[in-house]
Each structure stands twice: as structure tokens, then as C-alpha cells.
Nanobody
Framework: QVQLVESGGGLVQAGGSLRLSCAAS????????MGWFRQAPGKEREFVAA????????YSSDSVEARFTISRDNAENTVYLQMNSLKPEDTAVYYC????????????????WGQGTQVTVSS
């Protein structure tokens, strides 16, 4: 079992950048595929990005590809989401998640979740 804690959210102007972190404790995060999801007010939680256990492969949603980058540092048990060129529509609570096995884009495939961190992008 693994516990996940997100940090790094905040208020930023459109066009700005933020880097989110997800610190894992308990079982080593290197045994899990990690993902980032987000949920905007009144909307369903959606996939943002995922990274394999080794970090060699990453996947992103079409809406963030080329702007957001997922990475991980297994020695630090931390996963990152670098967000550049932020838009007001990126405003959401961002969640870190972990699963055993291959990377997936479906929320229900992830067994472990953090509490989320708020990202607000002003226009």
C-alpha cells in the first residue's frame, strides 16, 4: 500500500507555470505506475498524464500534451507534473494516483489516490 500527498498548487496567471509534486510513502512508489488526474467544478475527474514505473514511457491527454510534462524520481519517491502555458480551463483540483501494472487513462483503474491540490489559472 502507498500513501500519496500532492503539493505545489496555487494561483497563477494565464501563460504561467506551476510544478506539482506527489510524494509517496509506505510501499516504494517505484513499484507503481503513477498518474495525474484533474477535476474541475461541476465536471468529472479526467486523465491528465501517466508515467510507467521506470519512467521511460509517459502518456498525456490531448488537452495538455506539449504543455504538461510528467516525470518521476524513484530515489525520492516523488512524481512531478510540470505545467507550462497554463490556461484558465486548466483550473481544477489535481490528483495524484497509483496503480500496479501498465499505465491506464481510466480513473477506476487506479487504486491509490492523494487528497488533491488546487490549481487556479486567472485570465
Amino acid at each position: 500500500q502507498v500513501q500519496l500527498v500532492e503539493s505545489g498548487g496555487g494561483l497563477v496567471q494565464a501563460g504561467g507555470s506551476l510544478r506539482l509534486s506527489c510524494a509517496a510513502s509506505g510501499r516504494s512508489s517505484s513499484t507503481y505506475t503513477m498518474g495525474w488526474f484533474r477535476q474541475a467544478p461541476g465536471k468529472e475527474r479526467e486523465f491528465v498524464a501517466a508515467i510507467t514505473r521506470s519512467g521511460r514511457s509517459t502518456y498525456s491527454s490531448d488537452s495538455v500534451e506539449a504543455r504538461f510534462t510528467i516525470s518521476r524520481d524513484n530515489a525520492e519517491n516523488t512524481v512531478y507534473l510540470q505545467m507550462n502555458s497554463l490556461k484558465p480551463e486548466d483550473t481544477a483540483v489535481y490528483y495524484c494516483a497509483a496503480r500496479s501494472g501498465m499505465a491506464r487513462r481510466t480513473m477506476s483503474e487506479y487504486a491509490y489516490w492523494g487528497q488533491g491540490t488546487q490549481v487556479t489559472v486567472s485570465s
